[in-house]
């Protein structure tokens, strides 16, 4: 049920040029070239069959892993105007930013593991046989101001599930993107077949909780003690969703 599933490739080369894409999160033709033990013809055969069948997208000569994600959506207030799109690669650095900086604001331990991990791997996105990873941003002109975050293992037992986080910095709160950005990704994952969505936070991020409960999230259970925040242990809640 999880949009791994589709991935077949038919080559074993063509495999190879997604794997390398997928992990490294870009990549041009003349690093595949550099980097793969692929004739440079059958190669560039391979490239545009991955391009045809949607595993693969160009922009300005680099490929990316392709996810059907929808397309770009505008939306004004009496202040600014923000879009809500899928995330691409070159965001990386300031959806990291924005969610360090929400998770130091507010506790978020799930995120800041989050920022930690597409930091360290510098990829973005990830769609393979083991996990699935989108993200969808909110952009001022065009810098990155909010995010939703998706993430499911690719196991048999689990296809059916996702992890959520969803966050915007200070400066551009209260103004509904934050329910724009958690719709957007929650329409997304209802399309790709996950049923229920998840959202772990400290019992102390009351915000948050109250932010999900207010968008029909319910509280399925709690552990007590589960972090240690400045000394002090802290529960963590355990909400979820259904689509």
């Known amino acids: 049920m999880g949009i791994a599933d589709s991935l077949e490739f038919g080559h074993t080369d063509r495999e190879a040029i997604y794997q390398y ?3 490294h999160g870009t990549a041009s033709m003349d690093e595949l070239e550099r980097e793969l033990p692929v004739d ?3 190669l560039r055969h391979h490239v545009a069959i991955l391009k045809r069948d949607g595993y693969l997208t160009a922009k300005d000569g680099t490929y990316h892993v392709a996810l059907d994600a929808g397309a770009e959506e505008e939306y004004r ?17 300031g959806i990291v930013g924005a969610i360090r900086q929400v998770a130091e604001e507010r506790t978020y331990i799930v995120a800041e593991s989050v920022a930690d991990e597409i930091d360290h791997q510098n990829a973005l996105l990830r769609h393979n046989e083991i996990e699935s990873r989108m993200f969808f941003v909110a952009t001022v002109d065009d810098e990155v101001v909010g995010w939703v975050h998706l993430h499911a293992p690719e196991l048999d037992k689990l296809t059916h599930t996702a992890e959520l986080t969803v ?3 200070e400066e551009y709160r209260s103004h509904g993107i934050g329910s724009h950005l958690l719709s957007r990704g929650l329409e997304w994952a209802g399309s790709k077949g996950y049923e229920k969505v998840y959202n772990s936070a ?4 009351e915000v948050a909780i109250s932010f999900l409960e207010e968008h029909g999230w319910e509280t399925e259970a709690v552990r007590e003690g589960h972090y240690k925040i400045d000394g002090e242990y802290v529960d963590e809640v355990m909400m979820a969703v259904s689509l």
Do not use: K, M, W, Y
């Not at 207030?77 to 990386?92: G, Y």
């Not at 400290?202 to 991020?205: G, R, V």
């Open 77 to 93: 207030t009496d202040e600014f105007s923000f879009h809500i799109r899928p995330a691409r690669q070159e965001d990386l650095a």
């Open 21 to 23: 894409v997928e992990r």
């Open 167 to 169: 966050g915007v910095i």
């Open 202 to 205: 400290p019992s102390t991020n």
């Open 40 to 42: 440079p013809g059958g």
